[in-house]
């Protein structure tokens, strides 16, 4: 079971950080990818990595302001997200899979149930 947090309310160029921890797990070897929804649009892929974050890859829409990241001691990895704008306003979701990373949301067959991320100007 996947359990997303840190959703909140920032301003606009804020930072803001999610986490994402697998519980029943004792390891973290599993495919990572992060997804969003933003109220009246299609779910979108934001981000995903190996299961070591060696390798990620991005949207275009987020490159170079959001980061993945694995935490080695508590196997909960971590979405840091940098230089908000009003349109990364959506519930976030974590997933993970066994498989290759990447944007085919088939790939994932654990999800968590969401966290709120507004951005306000």
């Known amino acids: 079971q996947l359990v997303e947090s840190g959703g909140g309310l920032v301003q606009v160029g804020g930072p803001l950080r999610l986490s994402c921890e697998a519980s029943g797990r004792t390891d973290d070897h599993y495919t990572m990818g992060w997804f969003r929804q933003a109220p009246g649009r299609d779910g979108e892929y934001v981000a995903s990595s190996c299961w070591s974050a060696a390798y990620t890859d991005y949207a275009d829409s987020v490159r170079g302001r959001f980061t993945l990241t694995r935490y080695i001691t508590n196997h909960t990895k971590y979405l840091q997200k940098n230089d908000l704008k009003t349109e990364d306003t959506a519930v976030y979701y974590c997933?993970?899979?066994?498989?290759?990373?990447?944007?085919?949301?088939?790939?994932?067959?654990?999800w968590g149930r969401g966290t709120q991320v507004t951005v306000s100007s």
């Open positions: 997933a993970a899979g066994e498989g290759s990373y990447g944007h085919n949301a088939n790939t994932y067959d654990s």
